[in-house]
């Protein structure tokens, strides 16, 4: 459980992204690698491959990496956002200094067609 309350005398900035699932489904990941690696951690790839639909999850980070650069209003390399899972929860870890600048709060929903992202970011 998040403890919001440690946020409310932060500054918070928020993003939200929605992705049609099909612009992956377009490029089929055993054809377009590269593709997917210059967007996507090894680790992202191999936790999309999991499931019978990656896409959707696909879909559904990339949808969180741009929420996360609409939120902190930077140019960040979407390599350089990495989202993993923990507990069934997504989580955020930026490479470099911007790391160190905020905490985030996560949100995803998916499924065949589209998927949404929204970020909160709160600067530390």
């Known amino acids: 459980m998040i403890q919001y309350e440690k946020y409310l005398n932060h ?3 928020m993003g939200i992204d929605i992705v049609n699932v099909s612009r992956f489904k377009k490029k089929p990941l055993n054809n377009n690698l590269d593709f997917y690696k210059k ?5 992202e790839i191999n936790y ?9 999850h696909f879909a559904g ?3 969180i990496k741009e929420s996360v650069i609409k939120a902190v209003l930077d140019k960040i390399p979407l390599k350089n956002i990495c989202v993993s899972n923990s507990k069934n929860k997504p989580r955020i870890k930026i490479d470099g200094r911007l790391n160190k600048k905020y905490d985030f709060i996560v949100s995803i929903s998916h499924e065949k067609e589209f998927a949404v992202g929204v970020v909160i970011a709160f600067r530390k």
Do not use: M, N
């Open 39 to 43: 967007i996507f951690s090894d680790s």
């Open 61 to 63: 980070k990339f949808a």
């Open 11 to 13: 500054a918070f900035s």
């Open 48 to 56: 999309c491959k999991k499931f019978s639909s990656p896409y959707e």
